[in-house]
């Protein structure tokens, strides 16, 4: 995401590109790139075999909306995912500590859009 929120060209960002920049194989951006379109998050500028541009604009996108197209929420630990059946729920004297935490983490991802990515990269170059 940041290779494409980065990138100034009309066209968009080609995929080769992002590849050799980030030093990491084509096939295995295949599987990035398509749960980044699937979400919404990018877009071919021409179609097929053109670059990718973002759909929106990079202050539009959180943290939190990159991980979902990956993960359908942030659960650090088992019992906090949607549907886990805890036989020990109501009773569990550590869940409100996990709970609070994960919200917390939820929270920071939300808060942190790829615009502020983009400054704390340039910073950093």
């Known amino acids: 995401m940041l290779e494409i929120a980065l990138d100034k060209t009309e066209s968009g960002v080609f995929q080769k590109d992002i590849a050799v920049r980030q030093n990491i194989s084509v096939k295995y951006l295949d599987n990035i790139i398509a749960s980044l ?5 990018i877009i071919n500028k021409r179609g097929r075999k053109s670059g990718y541009r ?9 943290m939190l909306d990159i991980y979902k197209a990956f993960e359908p929420d942030i659960t650090i630990v088992d019992c906090m995912e949607q549907g886990y059946d805890c036989q020990q729920f109501s009773t569990c ?6 709970e609070g935490l994960n919200n917390q983490i939820t929270e920071y991802f939300r808060s942190f859009t790829l615009e502020d ?8 170059q």
């Open 37 to 41: 379109k699937a979400s919404g998050l």
């Open 117 to 124: 990515l983009i400054k704390v990269h340039k910073k950093r």
């Open 93 to 98: 004297g550590v869940r409100l500590f996990w």
């Open 54 to 62: 973002l759909s929106r604009p990079p202050a539009e996108i959180s």
